[in-house]
């Protein structure tokens, strides 16, 4: 009796011993999964920041390149083009003058 007593007690602490053992490498498992975690949050924040970066510089890389300064300098310069004068007068006709025109040229061609 007292030995199984006594068995009972070593199997109990046996099982105890292995509980708290498991209980502790989870516990150590997780908090270095966690630190990996956070340690991945960093990373991708600096690469999204970094990111974020590149993607303004090559906005304003495109309004610079889209300048319209810049483009008539490259006209004018490289490609020999020139900006038109803006017409000296217009003329406007209403359709029924053109009309009356179009008939009188009819008559006059028969």
Request: aromatic share 8%; proline share 2%.
């Amino acid at each position: 009796m007292k030995k199984l007593l006594g068995l009972k007690k070593s199997f109990t602490i046996f099982f105890l011993i292995v509980m708290f053992g498991a209980l502790v490498s989870s516990y150590v498992a997780l908090k270095r999964k966690c630190e990996d975690l956070r340690k991945q949050i960093a990373e991708m924040s600096d690469e999204l920041r970094n990111q974020d970066n590149r993607n303004l510089s090559l906005y304003a890389e495109y309004q610079r390149l889209t300048a319209e300064d810049r483009i008539m300098t490259i006209a004018e310069k490289e490609l020999d083009m020139v900006i038109a004068d803006p017409p000296i007068m217009t003329v406007n006709i209403s359709l029924n003058k053109i009309n009356s025109l179009q008939s009188l040229i009819a008559d006059f061609n028969e």
